[in-house]
DNA sequence: GCCGTTTTCGGCCCGACTGTTTTCAGTCG
């Protein structure tokens, strides 16, 4: 098959995914899940979806039978599928967007799109506004009130929220859910507590034996724009700055439950379920239950839930169907690399380029958080937007660097640079000064439309360098704004599992380059990580936990990262 | 549409809350 005409997996993935979306709004059961998950299995596959489909082994994966095979093969052959072109004449144009409407599922969709030839999101704001939802039945004069808001509040939302920036502000209503008397547990669940990478809305659970006084507190606490539901046990609320919060007050004994219940996600929730069910057992938020007996399984600690189902203990980062509980089942779940691993941070800028502050104040905030080393990776000249350093700027800061390292004690800093990686590959500073560097970071920072082909063969051709030693975020991605650029990261990854070289999990919240996803694709290749915050300011190192995060995502253990090594260790290993 | 240590057909998670209803459907997670 052609380059140019190679159908990516991300792209078999999206269309899968879209059958799924327009099944769900048809009100077929069933089959979304499984389009799904096949969507799933093919977006996390550690080749070529193609190559697997010519060598007949598409059944062999999870959640891929005859049918959704055939239909595969049908893209990967054709760029097309019938079976969705056929789904979207089936679907009223619009009914997807009304969809997106907080409180409007399939039917009032369909129902508006059918009885009021509603086909946007803009005219059901107007309609709403005329007071022309009200006569339909089923709605009434709060569903068209609630309907308006909701689109007033869609379209002031920034879109998914992104994890570093409101963990710290889920924390904080977190802290003063725990301040408050009524209260005796309280965690984040949802997906803030797996460290998904965007966060849609933040989900909490406490215990208490005054639900009601938990709920008054919750639904009055300051920065409140709007009460969406206040019940006996559950409220939710969204703060003025859009973030939508969702409270559950459980009873202490059903703690356990609850968190494992709420943490989801839903698709590991179904499993376990289903594990449950075979032993003639029930679980849901209030425990695991044996219904005929009449007994309690487990529901205390979040642990014993899933001891009892003959499971290791699952982390909630890995919680997300990718072959966990099959994992957990057997005792080969990886031993997840933590926070306290990390000894340094490998990409860390200052004001010698765009950061704003000095190194002497990097290094004291990064001892601060239990670091032993950074290293600094301002740019180089061809980012002149960036302040980008010449290469007697370079010599200059390592002798700054040479200077302060003499004045600290039980700390490193590690002479680096961040590289530009051109068009054609070539890295913005000469081998002679490379050599000299600790580490040296080399990033794609410009040209985002080359083709896969030329943006594939710019990088690999960057990693052949001898002096690299790191890909700074190999995707380019920039989340809710940038997609990732067209790169054959299978290649990549064989590469960098060859030369040694290291691929960047960019930590910085905007980033998280490499994804979990890719991370988990990258361990079969052996690829080796390095976590950077890319840090432009001392506050900024706290990122590096987001990187860690996302390694956790995606399955990494210690071994896998880089900067689990001490810094003599390190420098050791970089010049081997 | 997929799957199987109850297996090749019959399952596939389930409860809270809202707003509309006069006993429940729709939505959400």
Known sequence: MKESTRVRNSEVAAVLYEVADLLEIEGVSFKPRAYRRAAQTIETLPEDVAALYK????????????????KI?????TGNLTYLEQLKKEVPTGVEDLMGVEGIGPKKALLLREKLKIESVGDLAEAARKGKLRSMRGFGKKTEDNILEAVERQQKSPGRFLLGYILPVAQEIEDRLRGFPAVEMVSLTGSIRRKK?????????ATSAEPKKVMDFFTSMPGIQKVLAKGVTKSTIVLTNGLQVDLRVTERTQYGAALQYFTGSKDHNIRLRGLAIKQGWKLNEYGLTDEEKGTVIASVEEGDIYRALGLQYIEPELREDRGEVKAAQEGKLPDLIRPADIKGDLHVHTKWSEGSHTIPEMASTA???????IAICDHAKTLAIARGLTEEGIREQMREIEAL????????????????????GKIDVSDAVLKDLDVVVASVHSGFKQSEKEMTERVLTAMHNDHVDIIGHPTGRILNDRPP???DLSRIFRTAADLSVCL????????????????????????????GSDAHAKENLRYLAYGVATARRGWLEKGAIINTMGAAELTAWLRS
Request: glycine residues 12%; contains cysteine; charged residues 25%.
């Open 55 to 70: 060598r007949g082994e598409l059944e062999d994966m999870p959640g891929i039978g005859k049918s959704i095979a055939a």
């Open 73 to 77: 093969g049908e893209i990967i052959e």
């Open 197 to 205: 990478e965007t966060i849609g809305d933040v989900d909490m659970i």
């Open 367 to 373: 001892q601060g958080l239990g670091l032993s080393y």
């Open 405 to 424: 390292n003499r004045t600290l004690d039980g700390f490193t800093v590690l002479s680096g640079i961040e590289g530009n990686i051109d068009r054609n």
């Open 485 to 487: 650029y067209h790169i």
């Open 504 to 531: 960047e999990i960019n930590a910085f919240p905007t980033r998280l380059d490499l994804s979990d996803v890719n991370c988990f694709t990258s361990r079969e290749y052996g690829v080796r990580c390095s976590i």
